[in-house]
């Protein structure tokens, strides 16, 4: 059976029984029975018949509430493709939508009628757009049961073949370059049976079988995951809009009590959020012993976040077990991968690892002191600042398979590597909508990886399988790579947030955003020259009573956090007023979208720390109007040598004993800490990338000055270590491991092989 018919059947066991409830802000429910819903979208697709022609494209724009399954279901039944998108916002003109509906070439809009009536129809000229209650001339209950469905023969709809295409998903963020995914009925059908799988929803009595949910239904999480989802399954869906649930997170928590839920289905940001607003006082009376599954996706999933939503509610007998961490996107329709429930069960909670964060910047998940059981009790703080907790996005449920494949290599990646993320599975989509070349990028049928043939998806996502179990880290674009070492937002986002916490236990961030910004043809270095290497920026959500005077207090346990958690200089902090972020419609912060910004100067900041106005213009001065001018070069050279003879008699608190610019480094007193602080500021400085142990690959303030004046010049160096490093090198061996951590891998395997062959000599 097709969607709809199995949807239909799903009605047929009890047609007077509630299977649509949306909550309004004012506690106010309204229902549907399966009954009330085959009428009303029988007689809407009625009316649309008369409106479109079968295949065309509609574009479905409500606000939360039940009208946008009615009509979504109303155009399955009339041969019709629905395009969800999001709802128009008061005042706002609709020709915002121009770039969606132009890209699938949608001739009708569909909204309710208030929002009609408050919005500029006339600004989409190509564009009907229209109300259930225009165009079917009556309000939704008359129309139940008055209009005439003539137009409707009893199969339309009925007969879609699995390879039809059912509706166009517009991915997140898609704004002047939308992509349409396209699914279709076997899509959707082998997804909701992996969903079925996963959740074990046979295991429920289909009338405990209760979803309650605030994700928008417009989202594909809201749409496959919870609507359909629990039409297909014989449940009943009881939804709330997102603006309400972030206004009140205790609505959620009171609905699956009312309800009794079995399923709910949120992003972490959900569970975060409903963890830090919640009061313990509002708990009375909340019970939520009925729920079975609490999935959460849309972004890696943080075991922090878990463990102090578990241990808030414990009192309403949550369990930690319920939590469902899965991993899925639009182009596999929803889900990909999610926890084995009864191994979750059996252990307490879902799987996690504690791994190496030094070693998975650099691609590899080295587990650290063994596989971790469920629920975590202990402190991020507690552990090594170089352990990390990854948390399982699970396994496979059904059909479909997963790998890891090398970026650079297209070839398979073993276990506990790191690369892309790559799915086989009939839920995998049929392509984007009137876009080949996409297509093609991301739905790959040349079978590059050498193990499998066959047609997979390339998600763009970072992620490693331990024991089967995958782990996704992050986004291809979102990485930050500095120095060769990959680092990943999440984690510098994590140690921000807990350190904004230590300042002040009260302190609660709306969301942090994490980016790189890479340099311009006209971006220029503290120093005047040309910049050469990316910069990272991070943004922090203040709450509407932070106290501007603690923002510098903010902004250095910030700094500290992440260079001591992350080994990462970060070049600006942006303390920003709330909900300045972008999001997706799901919550999901978008960090390419707010990098975007940040390049336009769009944010209202409250404090803004550049890492270049710390520089001391007196160490470190403008070489520009040196370096344009004949030699140049040699001034420049100079110049340098200069700024590193001063910082280091600053930093020393030596500055009036005479030092020579050919007297090595280890005689002046510097070790590696204070090598390692030379490197940053002359990589700021200048503008160019610089290893953390540049001073022992050149180890005198001349040879050094040499060195950097090439590379601000653009000359290749003969070597990556100058041929003097082995007799400089600190002869201390807690010293020299402590630097060889410092270095990434190219550099760490050079030095290492020239220290062997000169032992071997």
């Known amino acids: 059976m097709n969607l709809l018919e199995t949807i239909w059947t799903s009605f047929a066991t009890d047609l007077d029984r509630p299977r649509l409830t949306f ?93 009609l009536q408050r919005s500029d129809v006339n600004v989409s000229p190509n564009i009907r757009w229209t109300s259930p209650d225009e165009f079917g001339g009556k309000r939704r ?21 699995p390879d039809d295409l059912l509706f166009l998903q517009y991915t997140s963020g898609s704004t002047s370059s939308p992509k349409g995914v396209m699914v279709s009925d076997r899509n959707v059908m082998t997804n909701l049976a992996s969903i079925e799988a996963g959740f074990q929803i046979q295991e429920i009595e289909p009338s405990r079988r209760v979803v309650c949910s605030w994700l928008p239904t417009h989202h594909d999480m809201g749409l496959v995951g919870v609507l359909l989802s629990s039409l297909v399954h ?12 972030v206004a009140s997170p205790i609505r959620w928590l009171q609905a699956m009590s009312d309800y009794a839920a079995t399923i709910t289905v949120a992003p972490t940001f959900g569970y975060h959020w409903a963890t830090s607003k919640i009061a313990r006082h509002q708990l009375e009376g909340i019970d939520l012993s009925s729920l079975q599954v609490a999935a959460c996706g849309a972004e890696p999933v943080q075991g922090s976040v878990l463990d102090q ?9 949550f369990k930690a077990e319920t939590f469902y961490p899965c991993y899925g996107l639009a182009e596999s329709t929803l889900m990909v991968t999610g926890t084995d429930r009864q191994a979750s069960i059996a252990r307490g909670g879902p799987s996690r690892l504690n791994i190496s964060r030094r070693r998975l910047r650099e691609g590899v998940a080295i587990v650290v002191d063994g596989h971790q059981e469920g629920h975590q009790e202990g402190h991020q703080d507690d552990r090594d600042d170089d352990v990390d907790t990854i948390v399982s996005s699970g396994v496979v449920h059904g059909e479909g398979r997963v790998a890891i494949c090398g970026i650079a290599t297209e070839t398979t990646l073993p276990d506990d590597l790191v690369g892309e993320i790559r ?24 079978s590059p990886l050498s193990d499998f043939s066959g047609r997979w998806l390339r998600t763009g996502d970072l992620g ?10 992050g986004r291809i674009k979102d990485v930050i790579i500095i120095g060769g070492q990959n680092h990943y937002p999440h984690d510098i986002e994590l140690a921000a947030d807990e350190a904004i916490k230590g300042v002040a236990a009260d302190l609660l961030v709306g969301g942090l955003a994490a980016f790189s910004i890479p340099p311009g043809d006209q971006d220029l270095a503290p120093g005047g020259l040309l910049l050469a290497m990316e910069r ?38 942006l303390l920003v007023r709330p909900a300045s972020l972008s999001r997706t419609s799901s919550g999901k912060i978008q960090r390419q979208l707010n990098a975007q910004r940040f390049r336009n100067h769009d944010f209202s900041t409250i404090a803004h720390f550049r890492g270049i106005d710390e520089l001391d213009g007196k160490v470190f001065p403008d070489l520009r109007r040196w370096s344009s001018r004949p030699g140049g070069r040699q001034i420049v050279r100079q110049k340098i040598e200069n700024a590193i003879l001063a910082y280091i008699a600053q930093e020393s608190g030596d500055e009036t004993t005479f030092v020579s610019s050919e007297t090595p480094f280890a005689d002046m007193g510097v070790d590696s800490m204070l090598a390692v602080q030379l490197s940053s500021q002359l990589q700021r400085w200048l503008g160019v990338p610089l290893s953390a142990v540049v001073a022992w690959s050149h180890p005198t303030p001349k040879t050094l000055s040499q060195y950097l004046a090439d590379q601000v010049f653009g000359i290749e160096p003969t070597e990556r270590f100058g041929s003097s490093i082995l007799e400089n090198l600190p002869m201390n061996e807690e010293e020299l491991i402590a630097m060889i951590e410092q270095m990434n891998d190219e550099d760490a395997a050079e030095l290492l092989a020239q220290l062997e062959g000169n032992s071997a000599t």
């Open 234 to 245: 014989e449940g009943q869906a009881v939804l709330m809009s997102p603006t309400s649930f």
């Open 464 to 473: 490693f399988v331990h024991r089967d179990e995958l782990y996704v880290t």
């Open 536 to 573: 990272v920026v991070l943004c922090c959500e203040m709450p509407r009573t932070f106290n501007p005077a603690i923002a510098s207090d903010v902004i250095e346990a910030v700094r500290l956090a992440v260079a001591k958690t992350c080994d990462l200089t970060v070049d600006e902090i």
């Open 141 to 161: 209950d008359d129309l139940v049961r008055d209009v005439s469905c003539d137009g409707l023969n009893d199969t339309m709809g009925f007969d879609r073949k």
């Open 309 to 317: 939503f578990a241990k808030k509610f414990a009192p309403t007998r």
């Open 23 to 115: 909550l309004s802000d004012n506690k106010e429910s309204t229902s549907l029975t399966g009954r009330e819903i085959i009428q009303a979208v029988d007689s809407q697709a009625a009316a649309l018949r008369l409106l479109a022609d079968p295949g065309d494209r509609v574009l479905l724009a409500y606000p939360a509430g039940l009208d946008f399954a009615i009509s979504f279901l109303a155009c399955l039944r009339s041969g019709l493709l629905p395009v969800p998108v999001s709802s128009p916002k008061p005042r706002r003109p609709l020709s915002r939508y121009a770039t969606v509906a132009r890209d699938c070439d949608a001739r009708l809009a569909i909204t309710s009628d208030r929002i």
């Open 423 to 446: 799915v086989q599975s009939p839920s995998v989509v049929m392509g984007y909508w009137n876009n080949p070349s996409a297509t093609k990028e991301s739905f790959r049928s040349d």
